[in-house]
């Protein structure tokens, strides 16, 4: 670390090593402010700055009255974008493939496609659109966001209508030809962290999903996944 650096950089570079290495393994206490300045003879500003940065990245975890300590790490559960892509819900029937219990809720309202939209689906920004948004839980925690838009004459308006993308499109002369999803990790949106109840430092995978009918996009999604709890697995035949 060169002397220029902040000394809390020190502190937090050290810790971070212990946790990656596995000396302070999942549930280990991390010194106190006190014990820092001691151990590393820093000042009580940087001890408590380089506990914020861990904190921060999603290393340990502060508990009222007890401390900080390494943050668990959760198995990773794998999706696989590629399946299940006849079910209304195909997020939740991989997961229900998988032994876990799906809720999901829906609410749909018309909107305006405004720019970013607009240039997704190729239409004027003016253009009403029907804006679907998902929240997706398993055994009553969040799981995943996933905000959808299309053309008010494809969209449904009842449970008994929500079927698959492809079906449903299908079913008015519309042959989707290509699924494309382009994935990008971010830090979440307020609202997003508090829907899917992440702890500080941790990000979001967000998966921009377009269904395309030829050279025609009619239907496109953002979807929400948080970085922390699962693993995105594609299929690409040879």
Do not use: C, N
């Amino acid at each position: 670390m060169a002397t220029s650096d902040p000394v809390y950089l020190r502190v937090v570079e050290d810790i971070r090593r212990q946790i990656t290495d596995g000396t302070l393994p999942p549930g280990a206490p991390i010194p106190s402010r006190a014990q820092l300045t001691r151990k590393y003879q820093v000042g009580e500003t940087a001890a408590r700055h380089a506990l914020r940065v861990l904190a921060g990245e999603g290393l340990i975890i502060g508990r009222v009255g007890s401390g900080h300590y390494v943050r668990q790490r959760p198995d990773l559960t794998p999706l696989h974008r590629w399946r299940f892509l006849d079910h209304p819900a195909p997020f939740a029937a991989d997961l229900q493939s998988q032994g876990r219990r799906v809720t999901w809720d829906w609410h749909s309202e018309p909107v305006e496609a405004g720019p970013v939209i607009a240039r997704r689906l190729r239409l004027p920004e003016s253009t009403m659109l029907t804006r679907t948004r998902y929240v997706y839980r398993g055994d009553g925690k969040p799981l995943q966001l996933a905000t959808s838009y299309e053309l008010r004459e494809f969209a449904p308006h009842t449970d008994d209508e929500r079927r698959s993308v492809v079906a449903r499109l299908y079913a008015h002369g519309v042959k989707i030809t290509e699924i494309v999803e382009s994935v990008h990790t971010r830090v979440p949106r307020p609202a997003e962290s508090d829907a899917l109840d992440l702890a500080a430092g941790v990000h979001v995978l967000h998966v921009e999903r377009t269904h395309w009918a030829g050279d025609r996009p009619v239907e496109t999604s953002d979807i929400v996944i948080p970085g922390d709890r699962f693993r995105v697995m594609y299929s690409m035949p040879v």
